[in-house]
């Protein structure tokens, strides 16, 4: 069955530079979920869009923002990196009905250095 | 924000034991959980879930135990196999497009 496909997989970048990070959701799947995890923590909930509008909104930094588009992929941009921002970012999707499970990407690693 | 937080950090059983994994939630309000399981360099991966009108539901191998009274959830593994070595996260929701995830429990099987 087709996942959330998540890349790049893996990002290495210096400090006060930008990324990008894409997520596609399963098909059919219309609400995507960025989170951001640690080492050793609890995936944190950053944003969600649902229909290619914000929907909700977390512990997501003002130097990122993120978008969904016509086709529901997802983008999160990240800006002015910082060391702290080392971490995993899972996208994750679901369909829009309520109580529905997020399935999730394998994640993207990104290393600010 | 809401909490949601596991009672033990790291639990090793036996090959072929049950396993028993804890959650507590602070939000009564919460109305449909998930359980996620985490190996190394992949994301969380859905088990099983749970709506707050249910107290028991049961997948292969698996059971989520719902207590909304002392706010409590807990996720029973039956045969603890190697493979089911990972990390175990609960996850909460309440209203609108928001999951929060416990701190997670780290499941070491020993052969």
């Known amino acids: 069955a087709a996942g959330v496909i998540q890349s790049p997989r893996h990002l290495i970048k210096e400090k006060r530079e930008t990324a990008t990070l894409k997520c596609y959701p399963i098909?059919?799947?219309?609400?995507v979920y960025w989170y951001q995890q640690g080492p050793g923590q609890d995936p944190q909930f950053l944003i969600s869009?649902?229909?290619?509008?914000?929907?909700d909104k977390g512990s997501i930094p003002d130097r990122f923002s993120a978008q969904q588009f016509s086709d529901y992929h997802s983008e999160l941009n990240m800006s002015s990196l910082e060391l702290g921002d080392s971490a995993l970012y899972f996208c994750?999707?679901?369909?829009?009905?309520?109580?529905?499970?997020?399935?999730f990407g394998n994640g993207t690693r990104l290393t600010v250095t | 924000g809401e909490s949601v937080g596991l009672h033990l950090p790291t639990l090793s059983v036996q090959e072929g034991d049950n396993s028993i994994i804890n959650c507590a939630y602070s939000n009564s309000a919460s109305d449909y959980f998930i359980w996620y399981k985490q190996e190394s360099g992949k994301g969380p991966q859905f088990i099983i879930d749970i709506r707050s009108n249910m107290d028991k539901r049961q997948g292969q191998r698996v059971t989520v135990l719902l207590n909304k009274t002392v706010k409590h959830l807990s996720l029973q593994i039956a045969a603890t196999q190697p493979g089911d070595s990972a990390v175990y996260f609960c996850a909460e929701n309440n209203t609108g497009n928001q999951f929060y995830f416990g701190t997670g429990t780290s499941l070491t099987v020993i052969p």
């Open positions: 098909p059919r799947h219309d609400t």
């Open positions: 994750a999707s679901s369909r829009s009905s309520y109580n529905s499970p997020l399935h």
């Open positions: 869009f649902y229909e290619k509008m914000q929907s």
